[in-house]
């Protein structure tokens, strides 16, 4: 018999017809023997339209009352639940962050878990009870509703599982695994079986968006087995795991992201002096705009130019910032670009195998793509092209890395 925590988001509870397939998937789990907890979202659009409520009354709510405001979607779908549990003879009972005591700091809208008291659920799962627990939201020490930022439910399910020690954590979904690249680019994309944390925390942050970024670090930190599946329909889906030092068989590219959010920004005829880098990024941090890749040049001339990417929203604002800059540092001239795109290769197999970045740089080369930045950390390499050829690479990358055939396990 094993404690499995299931988490179910928000379009697996987005309608009460889905909520009464969860509720069949559930029992019949339970059938098998298995206690459960699981963790749901509210309806899909809900957090989204209780935010637009607050909008509409102020704009400038208190943290606190929203964290009041957004918590009551996940109250719904954890009643109606538990109620469809009880309608199919399955016993259940639902509970709030703050009557499971999931304990937070007191950062509303972005509150990070301290504590989980794990006694009362144990004591439902002994008398033969489903929990069924809201997501998103926790508790401080003063009693303050808090929650845990957005898609924050994948976050309560990994750190309940960590808490209740529970053997698997499986994250519900609309797709049915993580995918070596997005399918809807490439059409010989495969479910992944397995996915190391590290791996996976670069294919999130790259843009696959499917867990919250934070739950994935959460899982790793705690060593929680994290199982990515569809709610639609039936599959083993994608288990994000520790690296499995014994499978040598592991490929050198797991897979590949790529995202489109970002621009570029170069600065040129920076006079090559100490701590010019600094006059430049400096202001734009001050600004709060997130730098990416960055690459500077080696100086000729006594001049340097350094060039690095932000997200595409703020590339109006970072422009702005450089312009000042450019002016304060006695710099030659600005130039930006948005038409731009960043695609990586991931995988942990890469610390073990050398010339992956000069095989993928001759697959462009191949291709006539002109790489405009590179970056490379120990499992990921990282380059800049013109969006207009990000599709041609990355399917060209993914047939060269020989992800589009099917694994021989399956
Ligand atoms: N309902 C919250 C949100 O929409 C939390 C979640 O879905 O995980 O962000
Ligand atoms: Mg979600």
């Known amino acids: ?56 009354i102020s704009e400038t709510p208190a943290a606190r009352e929203i964290d009041v405001l957004v918590s009551t979607g996940e109250q719904v779908t954890i009643a109606l ?58 508790v401080d020490g003063n009693g303050n509703i808090t929650t845990l930022g957005r898609g924050g439910s994948d976050t309560t399910g990994v750190a309940l599982a960590a808490a209740l020690n529970a053997d698997e954590c499986q994250i519900y979904t609309d797709v049915d695994g993580v995918y070596t690249t997005d399918p809807r ?84 005829g920076v006079p090559d002096i100490p701590g010019a880098a600094y006059r430049i990024l400096g202001p734009i941090s001050d600004a709060n705009i997130e730098v990416d890749v960055i690459v500077q040049n080696v100086a000729e001339d006594g001049t340097t130019s350094l060039t690095f ?35 990586s290769l991931v995988g942990v197999g890469m610390r073990s195998h050398a010339g992956v970045a000069s095989q993928m740089f001759g697959v462009l080369a191949e291709h006539n793509i002109n790489i405009q930045m590179i970056t490379t950390s120990e499992i990921k390499i990282t380059v800049v092209v013109d969006e207009k050829y990000l599709e041609l690479a990355v399917r060209a990358l993914h047939t060269a890395f020989g992800l589009d055939q099917a694994p021989e396990s399956e």
């Not at 990417?309 to 948005?338: F, P, Y």
């Open 1 to 56: 018999m094993s404690l499995i925590v299931q988490k179910y988001g928000g379009t697996s509870v987005g309608t009460v017809e889905r909520i009464q397939a969860v509720a069949d998937k559930i029992a019949g789990f339970r059938a098998r023997g298995d206690d459960i907890v699981v963790v749901v979202s509210a309806m899909s659009g809900e957090t989204n339209r209780l935010i637009a409520l607050a909008a509409e």
């Open 81 to 138: 639940l538990a109620m469809a549990l009880e309608e199919r003879g399955c016993p259940a009972r639902s509970y709030t962050g703050a009557q499971i005591r999931i304990l937070t700091d007191n950062a509303h809208t972005k509150a990070r878990i301290e504590h989980i008291d794990v006694e009362g659920i144990r004591a439902d799962l002994d008398a033969g009870r489903v929990v069924v627990a809201a997501g998103f939201q926790g």
């Open 185 to 268: 680019v490439v059409d010989s994309a495969r479910r992944l079986e397995k996915i190391t944390f590290e791996e996976m925390l670069e294919m999130a942050s790259q843009g696959s968006k499917i867990l919250q970024i934070r739950a994935v670090e959460f899982a790793g930190k705690y060593k929680v087995p994290l199982r990515v599946l569809s709610s639609f329909e039936d599959g083993p889906g994608t288990l994000i795991t520790l690296e499995d030092e014994s499978n040598m068989e592991q490929p050198v590219v797991s897979g590949i992201a790529f995202n489109r959010d970002e621009a570029k920004l170069t600065i040129l």
């Open 309 to 343: 990417t932000v997200h595409r929203n703020e590339m109006k604002k970072a422009e702005q910032v450089l312009e000042q800059v450019a002016k304060d540092l006695g710099a030659q001239a600005i130039s930006v670009d948005d038409h731009i795109a960043k695609l």
